[in-house]
């Protein structure tokens, strides 16, 4: 039985998951391989830390070159996040022909074509299906199940820290802020919880996962975003009563060129509102979910756990496991990811927001006097935009009163300029909140 | 770039989606696999339906032997279905050195040994995405993605006729039989259905899923399975007043040994009370689930379209393309399937009724008089089944009025034990109809 050792660079949650499973289910793994895969190596600043597990005596270190400098070990598993050191150790260790199973999705989503290429330099592979979605096998899904497809669309929940705020908001008719405390008191935020909430790490994964499934070359920066910050229990109240939930939704969908013209990529990250019925509508607390349409599949949609200890350590060990039979090597090649030489995706460029069409809710807050339905609609009219039902909701605030508009369908740039026109009325109290609607 | 020539067995509904992917899609194939790959012959006795589809002149034969005795061609689509002329077929190809790539789940659950063990022999490899749940990458999550997790339960929809026909029902609160028959006018339920509303189609795949999760060898035929025809209009208003919807489910379920004893397996196929709210509940129409419990990854979920001539031919082509760039020659040594030499799997043995633990539901008809309730709960009550509700239905039928019982956690063998007393009282009117409930 041919020896294959592995390093692991963080000892963190999930490193501690990958450890547990490379130790603990040693004989599983072997099994399933035909190789006898040894954790031979773990390297973490911290290394008095109990993490619930007994090491071999000498197996943890502090220092990765112990990893990088032991020419026996050919698989690192990196799960150190960010994107500063990170990246050296990942370029370092890549140099010295470690083939990397990483969890890392703003490295990669930042740093991918200096990452890859530097890894096709080599000969080695990367593996990361851990990067998005956590245990849902979605990387594996896009790049191979799905292959003989030309995507249409993904409609994906990828962060469970706001889908856990969002169905707590919706399930107990709160607020944001003190739904976010809650969620930082059990540990399902963090103490800055700006990465999550803002959008930024639905994204990173959403620029990874459209890669794959578009070949678009783009900065991750470069998506328009919306946070869950904007939203509120009025929403909700609006949403139920019309038959939707409010997802943060990871958006990318395929607009054909007319005449002959390439296609174009909608990219967004934005609280959406899902129509109730539909299985991403079902998708509550911390789980994440991702809906695919293929020319060919049609609709396929994947679940499971986002994040955590053990789910992402499931999908860590399977990358481990391929890369150890010899199935990375081969997708590696044949994705050809990153590479702006050679690719094997379609180069799709960012739809402009003229071209995104949609149906879209907004919230305007309004002074509560005769004629300001009139004149915020006006601006919705005189934009070309449609609209398919407006209330002003009855509460009574200091700051005004909640007009709550659902448009028929337009476009993104439509909907912008109009808000934007709102913000300069004296009627208009505040800046007016949009969402998508999906469904 | 390399050439690689595909022959096509069998031009159905999916073989016409295979040869339109092929076909129409070559650049994009080719692309994505870095070889040209050609489909150069399709075989079926029937050569002259039109499928709209305009092949190249020559391309189609009635003679499989044009494909069989063609040298050049290495991988051979199998898409008839059955088990007899069809097995002789896939053992002639494999024993020509023709690599596989089949969606017959019967074939592969009746005579999967003796394919397998032929296939290693030869040195080729059969792959069978498109064999479970049509366009949802079952087989791939299952043997690969999933590959770190000892796997502790299966739940799923695999037979998109029976989720059809059971959703139907649901919503116009019709009865079975002419809910069946308006699935056939419509095309979801072939002419003669037993091998769909029965269960054995999903038995099948059942069967295959197992063998792969568990390592399980085992005839699909002993498989315990319950029918959809038993399911009547009742049950669903009693399911829908307590919260269920019902689902014709394959259950898997790891059954812990005790004390060192080694796990067994209950598998089931059963019309099941499934929790509204649960992502498995929510799939309705044709389509197909799975949720699987792994020990890492813990609750993952894939939904999409178990049939049909599109969704099912992405399964089978991206079989095609993982068979090309050698993907499936590794996947098909490591998974090492219907091997009872070396297994890689576990090889669990099938639990019996009485080790079988779960919640049931029982409608009972009975004759509509005075100490009936007594007499039949008193029949569960010495099989030692404890109660968790009891309704006695108002409805006034000549042949009696349903008692619908719901249990608390029993045995799959105590339940059957009481069946069989309860067919023993006049009080009885008819076979009591049983149900699993699931969440």
Redesign the interface.
Known sequence: MKTIKVGLVGFGTIGT?VAK?LLL?KE??S????CDVQLVRIADLDTTRDRGLKLPEGMLTADYHDILNDPEISIVVQLIGGTGVERTVMLEMINAGKNIVTANKALLATYGEEIFTAARAKGVSVAF?AAVGG???II??MG???????IESIHAILNGTCNFILSNMEENGSDYAPTLKEAQRLGFAEANPAMDVEGSDTAQKLSILSHIAFGIHLDWKDIPKVGIETVSGIDFRYAKLLGYSIKLLAIANRVRGVAGSPDKLELSVCPTLVKK???IA??SGAYNAVSVI????????????GA?E??T???V??D???TV???TK??F???NLWNREKE?GENVVLAKASEVKGRYYLRVVVEDRAGVISEVTAVLANAGISISSCVQDECDEASGVPLIIMTHETTEGAVLGAIEEMKQMACVKSEPVRMRIYG
Chains 1, 2 share one sequence.
Do not use: C
């Open positions: 998951g499973l289910q599983r793994i099994k399933r391989t035909g299906e245990g849902i096998p594996a899904a191979e199940s799905l292959a003989a497809n030309e019925g539909s299985p079902a998708v293929g020319d060919a599949v049609e609709t396929s949609f994947y679940y499971g756990k955590g053990m789910p350590a499931s999908a060990v399977a481990v496991m391929d039979v010899g199935r081969i997708t090649e044949t994705l094997s």
